[in-house]
């Protein structure tokens, strides 16, 4: 184990003073460098340097030229390359694609990453050192792993391997994998040898597929299959997804043009043990000392905690299966309590701990017996119905406690979203909801109905709006007597696929009859490997192959138009919403209507002669 240092590297002068003449591994990145573990590159180069490795940062470097690339030199092990923290694609373009005009991710807010970061870093390392391994991860390598409809350019594209000169991809979270690689380097294999590793995938010559095909195999339809047929494209995505789970996950493999894409099984989860001793590293919390402007993605979560990976929620817009996957993976109540207790002592902590979550907040601690040996249930969602899913908030409630308890913290505030179909799972004696209430939440509570009619959130996977009311219910039961009101803050989606313009009307309806606020509001943008990105392209549920309705175009604004009906600037696309919908009665002055009408009186437009009076 090395002695780690305030800040790993990121010129070849700090390397000189910690005696580094040549990095093992260089890690480079879209993100400015914070040291933080809810950054990426940080946590993984944390990592490695515990793991004995010596490691240097390459933060944002300029793509039109090799200069930042190569100034760190040549490592002696391998370029390890990630887009950041966010998709490229996404942090970028907005979901009419247009360009963003900040970068949260950059000092200053000051947009610094190419298009496709992943690809682009990796040509300019390749170009530079072209026979230095090259291991691509993050959230954008690990979601393109297969072919995948691209959204921005509107076609399926190639695996990220079959554009990148990458040696490996490192998909899900990937300190285990990492590690293994650098140690396997370290010993001399070959890195083309290294194909077994879970967690990772690689590359195979098409004729060595044909000859030497591995055993146990999944098979899914080739790029070309499904570049062309958009029902190819939905069998290969359900083939892959079923093998996502990290006890009875089978190797998978996509033939393209030149290559055949190999993915191993995923990583199996951390223990908590291991967990511990990650989140326990000393990061110091800052961004390094060399940006002058401040990166603004280190504000809200430098005094935050995770408590715990993955998530069964299973939502179909949400690519979290394939990434961290459904089982959870907590740390030890004591483990948070040592982190707070750092924190605390920073001359910047002001006793707000600003978030203890994960995912999904309240699945700390949350396990199923089926788990640890058969995996998650490979036909059935995890849902509260399930007899073997524990949804106690018991421990939960105990770890808010003691880290309320730790001497300097004033107010432990719980940022992340929450399950509220779990809350009403939840053990009684746990009392959660009514804690969260009273020492958890400042004004707002955040939750994610997302919508409310059945057909809707059933193409979700989410739970309708009757198990929303309940929990709203029990919320307002909560608020009586209290000084201070609190509110829900409820993210709604627009756009998303089985959801019509008369969907969107009773969600309107919904929204005022609850008088609710909706500054929160989404349009669905279709991301790399997702369930809802799947129906979006082939306008059908990849389970069962039956057409889903998708709405495009005019129809997705008028779509967010409508949850956000109030503002005078929605009028006009509201209006044309409801005479798609038939659904005049909601034009005029009465306590109803969700826009007015043309004149004093006049519950329709004369311009939409279908609307009858």
């Not at 690519?319 to 089982?327: F, M, P």
């Not at 306008?539 to 129809?555: I, S, W």
Request: aromatic content about 8%.
């Amino acid at each position: 184990m090395k002695t780690q240092p305030a800040f790993l590297p990121v010129s070849q002068k700090e390397g000189a003073v910690l005696g580094i003449e040549e990095f093992d591994i260089i890690l480079v990145t879209g993100d400015a460098y914070v040291d933080h573990p809810s950054f990426g590159t940080a946590l993984i180069g944390r990592v490695l340097w515990d793991a004995g490795f010596s490691v240097g940062i390459i933060a944002q470097p300029d793509w039109k030229s090799n200069r930042d690339i190569t100034a760190l030199g040549k490592p002696r092990l391998f370029f390890g390359i990630s887009s950041g923290n966010v998709d490229s694609m996404v942090n970028n373009l907005t979901p009419n694609l247009k360009r963003r005009s900040s970068d949260v991710y950059s000092p200053g807010g000051e947009p610094r990453r190419p298009d496709r970061a992943t690809v682009v870093y990796a040509n300019l390392v390749h170009a530079a050192y072209p026979g230095v391994p090259i291991v691509i991860g993050g959230i954008e390598a690990s979601l393109r792993r297969f072919a995948h409809y691209d959204y921005w350019q509107d076609r399926v594209r190639q695996s990220i391997l079959a554009d990148a000169p990458a040696t490996l991809l490192v998909y899900g979270m990937g300190e285990r994998q990492m590690t293994e690689i650098a140690r396997r380097l370290d010993g001399g294999e070959p890195a083309r040898s290294l194909r077994d590793i879970r967690g990772t995938s690689y590359t195979m010559e098409v004729a060595e597929w044909r000859t030497a095909r591995p055993d146990g195999i999944v098979e899914i339809p080739s790029f070309t299959e499904v570049s062309q047929d958009k029902t190819a494209y939905a069998r290969a995505f359900a083939l892959h997804y079923q093998e996502q789970d990290p006890v009875r996950g089978k190797p998978v493999a996509q033939p393209h043009p030149k290559t055949v894409v190999v993915q191993n099984p995923p990583a199996l989860p951390l223990t908590t043990a291991v967990l511990d001793h990650i989140y326990e590293l000393p990061f110091s919390r800052r961004a390094h000392p060399s940006y002058q402007k401040p990166v603004p993605a280190l504000e809200p979560v430098q005094f935050s905690v995770v408590s715990h990976r993955g998530c069964f929620g299973g939502c179909s817009f949400c690519a979290l299966t394939h990434h961290q996957g459904r089982i959870i993976q907590s740390r030890s109540i004591g483990s948070v309590v040592r982190e707070v207790t750092r924190m605390a002592a920073m001359p910047e902590f002001k006793g707000i701990v600003q978030d203890v979550g994960g995912p999904t907040a309240n699945m700390y601690a949350m396990e199923c017996g089926r788990w640890e040996k058969a995996g998650a249930c490979p036909d059935k969602s995890c849902t509260p119905a399930c007899k073997t899913l524990k949804t106690s908030h018991r421990q939960l409630t105990e770890l808010l406690k003691k880290v309320s308890g730790v001497p300097g913290v004033k107010k432990v505030f719980v940022g992340s979203g929450i399950r509220y179909d779990l809350v009403l799972a939840d053990d009684p004696g746990s009392d959660y909801l009514s804690q969260l209430c009273d020492r958890h939440v400042s004004g707002h509570l955040k939750v994610a109905p997302e919508h409310v009619s059945p057909k809707v959130t059933a193409a979700m996977n989410k739970p309708d709006g009757a198990v929303f009311d309940r929990f709203r219910d029990r919320f307002e039961a909560l608020q009586k007597g209290k000084p201070r009101r609190q509110y829900l803050v409820p993210y709604f989606m627009s756009g998303h696929p089985g959801c019509t313009v008369n969907d969107m009307v009773e969600l309107a309806e919904y929204i005022r009859d609850r008088q609710l606020y909706t500054e929160q509001v989404q349009d669905f943008t279709p991301t790399p490997m997702s369930v809802s990105t799947c129906m979006y392209y082939t306008g059908m549920n990849p389970f069962t192959l039956e057409p889903v309705y998708v709405p495009k175009g005019r129809e997705k604004k008028i779509q967010r138009a409508m949850m956000q009906y109030r503002e005078p600037g929605n009028r006009a696309l509201v209006l044309e919403g409801l005479c798609m919908a038939g659904r005049g009665d909601l034009v005029g002055s009465g306590k109803k209507c969700l826009v007015a009408g043309d004149g004093p009186g006049d519950r329709f437009s004369p311009r939409y002669a279908v609307w009858r009076k």
